[in-house]
């Protein structure tokens, strides 16, 4: 196959990786466009959750409830698209699924109760399950074909199209119905996954001939090669490290989850924000997390991996705590920031890492603890804003981060060993 044979050719140029090959340049390209579109939607999503919630009379643990139909979803489909991905190729299911969830996005607007609600948001959800894994799938090949630690640019631009999706959900709250703002996003997503997939499906992804596998020197800077072991398959010791990522993934992604579909509600209901300020807080989240993940490679190159993860936790933790119980809705906005600041590379440097260590098993383990997070978020603060109140229920989001800082420092010794 040509053009198999130009991206292996273009990965090796005199026994070294050659990261600026065009081939490779148009995957990169396409590979980002389909992040930013997968935060684009769900963003544009989450803003209008206030209005769907209007719509149906949902309480807040009946909303809770039905936002676990996303969770549901998920996780049930990130479990099978591992095995899609090997058997179909990374770059063909992340354009099927992000053609699924193109299409999901619009349903939500039709239904006029809670548990019609969390019907459709299992679609969704599914849809969107999918195109995470498979994309995470494909940005790992392409990291390890460019052996720089650029992952965390992938998320960069999820946070990108995160925010550019809240900023136009804020914007056309006013002026737009919910129903024809989704179907506004339906159409764009569509456009995009028909013109960024055109690349994704005429190019694969890029393997060298013997692909090693890869680990991280002690400094956790600068990736290291060993022979594949098993095939590929994972070792115990694998194992164990990527169910300790996972986890890491998960106590994280749990409050980017919970910011998304509450953030705009606490801001609105608990601190009397005007809707269109209430709808720019989790686009101020997203820009502080695309900053972070802008700088993410440099961080990286500069602290390692373990030193990124233990800071990053313990910022998030703080910012967090200051975003939930903040007596103003500016303050709550300044939290809110310093919290993705924390989050920003977390979750790219997780799954990453779960990939270096057992290849696309690993990628989907990871990505199931760490979505599976994100989408169990919203209704465990759902049903803690219940018992509680939201502000105290948001906290929680605090709490788990600062779990993520100490398990990425109580797991130094084992990584470094690894590696």
Not at 90 to 95: A, L, M
Not at 312 to 340: C, H, I, K, R
Not at 356 to 363: K, M, T
């Amino acid at each position: 196959m040509p053009t198999l044979n130009k991206i292996r050719t273009a990965l090796t140029r005199g026994g070294h990786p050659v990261s600026d090959s065009p081939a490779l340049r148009r995957l990169r390209t396409a590979l980002t466009l389909f992040f930013a579109l997968d935060g684009f939607l769900f963003a544009g999503w989450v803003v209008r959750i206030p209005a769907i919630k209007e719509q149906t009379g949902a309480s807040a643990g009946g909303l809770g409830l039905a936002l676990l139909g996303v969770s549901a979803g998920a996780v049930a489909t990130m479990v099978a698209t591992g095995r899609l991905c090997r058997r179909f190729g990374s770059h063909p299911v992340t354009v099927a699924a992000a053609v699924l969830m193109s299409l999901g996005i619009a349903l939500p607007p039709l239904t006029h109760s809670a548990p019609a609600l969390g019907l459709v948001l299992l679609a969704f959800g599914a849809a969107y399950g999918g195109i995470n894994v498979a994309m995470n799938s494909a940005a790992v090949d392409l990291v390890a074909a460019l052996r720089r630690p650029v992952m965390p640019s992938f998320h960069a631009a999820f946070s990108v199209g995160g925010m550019l999706g809240a900023g136009l959900g804020g914007l056309l709250a006013g002026q737009l119905s919910v129903t024809r703002h989704l179907l506004l996003l339906t159409a764009t997503g569509l456009v995009v996954a028909a013109v960024a997939g055109r690349t994704l499906l005429s190019h694969p992804a890029p393997r060298p001939p013997e692909r090693p596998a890869r680990t991280t020197a002690p400094d956790g800077n600068h990736p290291q090669e060993t022979q594949a072991p098993g095939g590929g398959r994972a070792r115990g010791r694998e194992r164990r490290l990527v169910a300790v990522f996972g986890l890491i993934a998960l106590c994280t992604a749990y409050g980017e989850g919970a910011l998304a579909d509450w953030g705009a509600l606490h801001l609105e209901q608990d601190l009397s924000a005007r809707p269109g300020l209430a709808a720019i807080g989790y686009s101020v989240f997203a820009l502080a997390m695309t900053v972070g993940r802008l700088t993410g490679t440099a961080l990286l190159e500069r602290l390692g991996q373990t030193r990124v993860l233990v800071l990053g936790g313990a910022t998030a933790a703080l910012g967090m705590l200051a975003g939930s119980l903040a007596p103003t809705a500016w303050g709550a906005l300044a939290g809110f920031a310093v919290t993705g600041l924390g989050l920003a590379n977390i979750f790219p440097v997780a799954i990453g890492r779960a990939g270096e260590l057992a290849g696309p098993g690993g990628v989907a383990a990871a990505s199931t603890f760490g979505y599976g997070g994100m989408l169990l978020g919203p209704p465990a603060i759902g049903f803690v804003a219940e018992w509680c109140s939201l502000p105290v229920a948001l906290t929680t989001v605090a709490g788990l981060a600062a779990t993520a800082s100490l398990i990425a420092y109580g797991t130094r010794r084992a990584v470094v060993r690894h590696g």
